[in-house]
């Protein structure tokens, strides 16, 4: 199977709904001629036309508003929102309006929009380009939550989500925009809700998010030499959360670490412990570890940055511990 | 009184429309005062002509977006009683099945894309329905009522940027009834509002928003001007708000005298003035305009006795309507 980037799959889901669905289009800062900092949209205005790749001013919460205006009314905007961080500027438009429509309206409204962002710490780009903000997102109900492991699922995942009759938000991580990952050629969607399998495993399951899924693979590379076989799951999207797989893999292992680029507290991981302990208590050999980025705004420095996020060999330290019972009465 | 160009019917219906938004606010103001409603609201007694003026001159494709201060659009976008009072109490046959309240009450069918709590915060929403007519070719018009006090918000600013940069096919209206909550709009708003919308190279005009007449022949041609393409424009309606910020703002005099209420309500009230004009102009007979009142009147006693017996939806709605399929 050919392999294309992160960022090519995105392009490509995009044009493809694009070609297929005039309603839709794309809108942002600096998402048409520059297609984006990243590059990801290159290519898209000249197909397109600037009628349907706009280019914005900088006022996301302006722009994220004008999307739900057009959701609400008929088109199925993607809207382009160049860091993760700015969601806390554009909070009101997606928390209060878009995430509300459909209920306030007693089901008559309905908000067909992506919001297309990304996450991400260990690139140098200091406390406020360099959040991993999805918990925040997720937290709403409303909002459903999608976050790609690599470019087969950006592909299946973005298609999706502009298919979706409801606010999406799609957390892409930039340090994976060059990732490359066997995409076929045919057309395909990923189904939201639909946790993936990546590494079958019997001693512990790793629960991983984004690109802690790698980070899970290579511990669990690092474990299987030492004869500890890890399950590597990747929810796919964390709304809506495919809770029995997830406890389905602990009933057979016994054992779970939850890793996500997110603050852990009041995270993501804490969400997903909480359901295991709840639903899968009696199946549970140890507790239910959480691994969240620390509890500190991202520092500048390498030598500070590098020791915010879970890294592989943390992720097998501690799995090698909970599964020498090290950790089962850890304080 | 303005001159339009409208015939008699059409006279008649804004009068009939300002009518039914006086009579459904009063019934409103009764179901609170005699606790029937659950919460609060806010009522547009005072401002009808605004609403009507405005949504007179609009048809059921052209789309807007209203406030907490939410009725009077909704009456005047044409939708009814029964399911609005519905909604004011809770009811499985509100609008909204009675999820969304007072404050968030929506009318898809009449283009009333709904009230939005957010102090100007339905703005977006207004702005980005006229970019989906633009996009898609539509040649409808979508009005945003927003109130004085929502000029301080910023959204408005990034939004008016977008719509004049793309030729947007909206019209803010900004209801100024003198008061942003309890404050004087004087305390809160620096400068002219209207050269605020003309800085973006918006077309500003400002109205007396207590004159149907004056406010439905500006509406009528800004929309016609939207519909070529001409838009989008801005309109300041002076008007006034008869009961405090919400019904429970009965003791107000700290921040409002009862003199000047006193005063707008005897000398400027907009379905006083329209009543003599018709009457003067000989388009309706006091005995006429009587027994529409007394229709409205029953009509509204009749939603309102309909909506106190009607049934609160079924508790296994509380999860429905979270996310659409």
């Not at chain 1, 007693?106 to 780009?125: C, D, E, H, I, Q």
């Not at chain 1, 997102?137 to 087969?152: D, E, Q």
């Not at chain 1, 054992?255 to 993501?268: F, K």
């Not at chain 2, 040649?139 to 793309?166: P, R």
Request: net charge negative; with cysteine; hydrophobic share 40%.
């Amino acid at each position: 199977m050919r392999e294309i980037t992160l960022s090519q799959a995105v392009n490509e889901a995009i044009a493809e709904e694009m070609r297929r669905d005039r309603t839709v289009f794309l809108m942002g800062e600096d998402v048409a001629e520059a297609g984006t900092p990243f590059k990801v949209l290159s290519g898209l205005v000249e197909e397109f036309g600037t009628e349907r790749v706009i280019d914005t001013p900088i006022a996301e919460p302006g722009f994220v508003g004008l999307a739900v205006g057009a959701a609400m009314t008929g088109a199925r905007p993607i809207v382009d929102l160049m860091f993760g961080d700015f969601i806390y500027l554009v909070m009101d438009q997606l928390c209060n309006q878009a995430a509300k429509q459909h209920y306030m309206s007693g089901g008559k409204l309905s908000v067909p929009m992506v919001l297309r962002t990304n996450m991400g710490a260990t690139r140098r780009s200091a406390a406020q380009h360099s959040q991993s903000l999805q918990a925040i997102v997720a937290h709403i109900p409303g909002l459903k939550v999608a976050m790609p492991s690599s470019a087969y699922e950006a592909k299946g995942l973005m298609k999706t989500a502009i298919r979706d009759n409801n606010p999406v938000v799609i957390f892409e991580d930039k340090l994976m925009y060059q990732d490359k990952a066997p995409v076929p050629e045919e057309e395909f969607l990923i189904p939201f809700g639909e946790a993936h399998i990546k590494r079958d495993g019997s001693d512990i399951t790793l629960i991983a998010t984004s690109s802690m899924v790698q980070v899970a693979e290579k511990a669990a590379d690092l474990l299987s030499k030492e004869g500890i076989e890890a399950e590597v799951i990747d929810p796919r999207t964390i709304v809506p959360l495919d809770e029995a797989a997830l406890i389905e893999s602990v009933k057979k292992t016994s054992r779970a670490i939850v890793i996500d680029e997110g603050h852990q507290s009041y995270g993501v991981t804490s969400e997903i412990a909480s359901r295991l302990n709840e639903k899968a208590f009696y199946h549970l050999d140890t507790p239910v570890i959480r691994m969240g980025a620390m509890d500190v705004p991202v520092p500048f420095s390498p030598a500070l940055e590098d020791i915010t996020v879970p890294t592989p060999d943390r992720v097998a330290e501690t799995a090698r511990k909970l599964c020498s019972g090290e950790l089962i009465h850890a304080a | 009184m303005a001159k339009a160009k409208t015939n008699t019917e059409d006279y008649l219906r804004m009068y009939r429309q300002m009518m039914r938004i006086r009579t459904f606010e009063d019934n409103a103001n009764q179901l609170y005062l005699s606790a029937k409603m659950p919460g609060l609201t806010h009522m547009y007694s005072g401002e009808e002509a605004v609403a009507v003026g405005i949504c007179e001159a609009l048809t059921d494709d052209d789309r807007i977006t209203s406030t907490h201060r939410g009725h009077g659009h909704c009456v005047a976008k044409g939708a009814n009683f029964k399911e609005m009072f519905c909604e004011l109490l809770g009811k499985e046959e509100g609008y909204c099945r009675g999820k969304g309240g007072s404050m968030h009450i929506a009318d898809q069918s009449h283009g009333n894309l709904g009230a939005n709590a957010i102090v100007g915060g339905s703005m977006g929403i207004a702005t980005g329905s006229a970019l989906r007519a633009k996009l898609l070719g539509q040649d409808d018009v979508t009005v945003c009522f927003f109130g004085d006090g929502a000029t301080a918000q910023g959204l408005w600013y990034e939004v008016m940027n977008m719509a004049a940069l793309w030729t947007l096919p909206v019209i803010y209206a900004c209801e100024n009834n003198g008061y942003s909550e309890y404050t004087k709009t004087e305390e809160i708003a620096a400068g002219s509002i209207t050269a605020r919308a003309e800085a973006f190279g918006i077309e500003a005009f400002q109205v007396d928003g207590q004159d149907v007449l004056a406010v439905n022949e500006l509406t009528q041609k800004l929309v016609a001007r939207c519909r070529k393409g001409d838009g989008p424009f801005f309109i300041e309606l002076m008007t006034y708000r008869y009961h405090g910020h919400h019904v429970g703002d009965i003791n107000r005099e700290y921040y409002r005298s009862k003199a000047e209420e006193k005063d707008w309500k005897d000398n400027r009230d907009p379905i006083i003035r329209f009543r003599s004009y018709l009457v003067s102009e000989g388009i309706a007979t006091e005995d006429e305009i009587e027994a529409m009142n007394t229709e409205i009147e029953k009509d509204a006693s009749e939603a309102v006795a309909y909506a106190e017996a009607a049934k609160y939806p079924d508790v296994s709605e509380v999860d429905m309507h979270i996310y659409a399929d």
